[in-house]
């Protein structure tokens, strides 16, 4: 009974010696890198369009009184001179991008206007919408101010010829600029051009694709 109980304890004994020498084996060779962030953030385009403050006089307000504004109210006389000046901005931070405005004219030709045809060229035009795209792409993207581009026009002349009759068929009318921006990286002038286009006027419009700088 004795030699029983001496066997059992002896092989308990070397079971807990195995089980020590066998542990030490488990720990492996192993190494951790510093991770690898890769940050995605999506480029933006910010435009605006503003004109100068007009007074009751169609004339730009200077001085203290000077602002900028999204719209005026105008009231015509024959022969009168009317300061209208839309002009677009690229915020700073922008990417490259073509500038596009579309200009919606409602008046008669008793009224003429000064556009400015060496800043911005006519790529289409269709009933009393004409969109126009700026000489050369803007960049705003490192830029430490915004980029303020040339108006369109500055001014709206009335002909002298301009009659009473005139005036009750015309009543009120409209004179509308939009700007618009489309990204110049991986997309081609011409490209940009048909997407301005499609912005404002009716498919099938026949489109010009003036050179830019």
Request: net charge negative.
């Amino acid at each position: 009974m004795r030699k029983s109980q001496k066997a059992m304890i002896t092989f308990g004994t070397l079971a807990v010696i195995a089980v020590c020498t066998v542990a030490p084996t488990l720990s492996w060779l192993s190494d951790t890198s510093d991770p690898v962030v890769n940050k995605f953030a999506g480029g933006a385009i910010s435009i605006k369009l503003d004109e100068a403050l007009v007074n009751t006089d169609g004339q730009a307000l200077t001085g203290e009184y000077a602002q900028r504004v999204t719209n005026n109210s105008y009231k015509y006389v024959p022969g009168a001179v009317l300061d209208k000046d839309p002009t677009p901005t690229v915020l700073k931070g922008s990417e490259e991008c073509y500038v596009f405005i579309c200009v919606e004219n409602e008046l008669t030709d008793k009224f003429s206007i000064n556009y400015d045809t060496n800043s911005w060229l006519q790529v289409a035009t269709a009933d009393n919408q004409t969109v126009y795209v700026y000489s050369q792409k803007i960049n705003a993207k490192n830029s430490e101010e915004d980029v303020v581009l040339n108006p369109i026009f500055t001014k709206v002349t009335v002909s002298t010829e301009l009659t009473s009759s005139d005036i009750k068929a015309l009543g009120e009318k409209n004179l509308t600029a939009t700007a618009y921006a489309v990204q110049a990286k991986s997309i081609d002038k011409n490209t940009a051009i048909d997407l301005a286009a499609a912005q404002f006027l009716p498919e099938g419009t026949n489109t010009q694709y003036p050179d830019i700088a």
